[in-house]
């Protein structure tokens, strides 16, 4: 072999030796990533207690709650005064109207006195009280971990949840305002005569809507149901579009402005419904109404309360809450009328099918009921409940544990369906995606669906994904692994 053919040779051999190199390299970094698959939910933790936030007797106590805790036998303990018996000597405001659990706290609304009490959702201890809302309590509701909305007699602010301080107002929103939700980026707050949409990022209102409205809720499917006098307004928090649905059977949303309370509007967790009851507002109604809101079919004789003795029976205060874990219903049921009928009361428990599984007679927690003004007899009391609500037991979960994209790919994570949280809706949990900027990949992230596009070169990137639901924020690390397929 001459120079010549032994130089040809010799590039020839290290050009494939080069070849054979890179071609290992990429199949070594391919075989190297090793698939991950989603995890699967973790199993349900099921709640132990739920509440009964008490307007309690007017004249006579501030506000309180009882505590129904299930013991060994299935059966139901209470705890009468619970945040009393949490904290010496302290107790709720005056008519307390409203109370939710949001992150590690519970929050209670009252009318006067302890506008605002926040306390620790596990132990009911205190951790701060405000008696100066700019008027009287009315609600909360929580936009993330970290700033809450409270309507008042007098309009709508923010509250900070880092420090437990009062935020700015809402410039035009003014005078009574009742119910409150959040959802995509909008706090949804109703008056008698308006509906206020207020954008969080700015904090102003960005459309109002005139009528004669009762209160609102957020179904399943994420859309918000607003109470007007003749009709429901569904609004599409994406987009604020509006659509008019006519009250089944005729059978209005009551409000409850002459003596405010949150109402009966609430919605299901666990399926597309609503529930309401019929006529009655602050002085009690008796019949439930169930809507379907997927075949916009409604039970408009779902239950009926019947009669204690010769005594009617009705709802109290916002009357039912759906528990968000078992789909149950509960309800504040007492005497109707005045007097020694207000000293009567019951918690209800509905299935889904509104059968009546449990009926737990409450009394007063003491045993000098025969001296109340006017008398409780049976060792009643005067709780006037104004409404359930409930323990958040589970985390929100991010099941995704690594996206895999071929090169020069697209490859969409829908993570509506990969966050879960048994406590909560998929639509009521904030999702966040972080990543940063690489030559890897670029991505769109558009209610709730993530689309990861490759570019030509292979390698790794870190997604951050933030969910946040009921107030509790959880992250995860997620590669973002480009390989060639």
Partial sequence: MNN????????VLTTALCAAFVSCSEDEANIAVQEKADSSPAPVVPSTEFYVANEDWFGQDNGSVNVFRLNDAKEYDIIYRAYRAANSGEKLGVTTQFATVWGDNIYFMSKQGNRLVVADAKTLKKKKVITELGGDGRCFAGVDDRLAYISYLGG???????DYTLGNPVEGVSGEVGNICYAEGYIFAVSRGHLFIVEVKSNKVVKTVEGRFASLTRSKDGMVWVAEASKFIKIDPTSLEQTDVPYPGNISVADSW?????????????????YWAK????????????????TQQANTSYYSLGLDGTSQLILYGAGM????????LILNVKRDGWGENG?????????????????????????????????????????????PFFQDVNLPQILTNQIMVGVNQTVTVDLNKKIVDADNTSTSILKQVEIPQTDLVTYKFEKGILSVTSKATTGRV???????????????????EVVRK
Avoid at 156 to 162: A, M
Avoid at 321 to 328: F, G, I, Q, S, Y
């Fill in 462 to 480: 870190v997604c951050k994904i933030t969910a946040i639901s009921n107030g509790k924020r959880v992250e995860k690390n997620v590669d973002i």
């Fill in 343 to 387: 000293s009567y009361n019951w918690v209800y428990i509905l299935d889904a099918n509104g059968k009546l599984e449990k009926n737990i007679v409450l009394k007063g927690g003491t045993e000098h009921s025969a001296s109340y003004n006017p008398p409780a007899k049976d060792n009643g009391y005067y709780w006037l409940p104004a409404m």
């Fill in 4 to 11: 010549k053919m032994k130089k040809i040779y010799a590039l």
């Fill in 279 to 294: 006529g009655g507002g602050w002085s009690g109604s008796k019949l439930l109404v169930k809507y379907d809101i997927d």
């Fill in 258 to 274: 002459f003596a405010w309370t949150a109402g009966t509007l609430c919605a299901s967790t666990q399926k597309n419904v609503l």
């Fill in 156 to 162: 709508l602010r923010q509250f900070n949840l880092s």
């Fill in 321 to 328: 809450r759906v528990d968000p874990l078992t789909d149950k």
